[in-house]
């Protein structure tokens, strides 16, 4: 079974940063997708930003240019830097990773670190 451990989350200042790790117990390579989720009470999960296997990111619209999902290969991680925040940033944040078979998608989650953006 694959593990994702999340870390880096806190309280930050609007404005300020942070980024946010996600070691996997598994090689990265081993993954189609890797994702940073984020989620507050009452609402759906909500989809952040995407690293595909090739390389290729794409973000949600509210972070674009303000967030970054990067991955460092040899230590079986997945960041995500995250530049001037808002209180709107302000969610549970996890780290999501897919594997796609041909008659099946098997997914693994983190148990999410909190990030909380406020003066």
């Known amino acids: 079974q694959v593990q994702l451990v999340e870390s880096g989350g806190g309280l930050v200042q609007p404005g300020g940063s942070l980024t946010l790790s996600c070691a996997a117990s598994?090689?990265?390579?081993?993954?189609?997708?890797m994702n940073w989720y984020r989620q507050v009470p009452g609402k759906e999960r909500e989809l952040v930003a995407t690293l595909t296997s090739d390389g290729t990111t794409n973000y949600a619209d509210p972070v674009k240019g303000r967030f970054t999902i990067s991955r460092d290969n040899a230590k079986n991680t997945l960041y995500l830097q995250m530049n001037s925040l808002k209180v709107e940033d302000t969610a549970v944040y996890f780290c999501n990773t897919k594997r796609r078979f041909i008659t099946r998608v098997d997914q693994y989650w983190g148990q999410g670190t909190q990030v909380t953006v406020s003066s």
């Open positions: 598994e090689s990265l390579f081993s993954f189609n997708y």
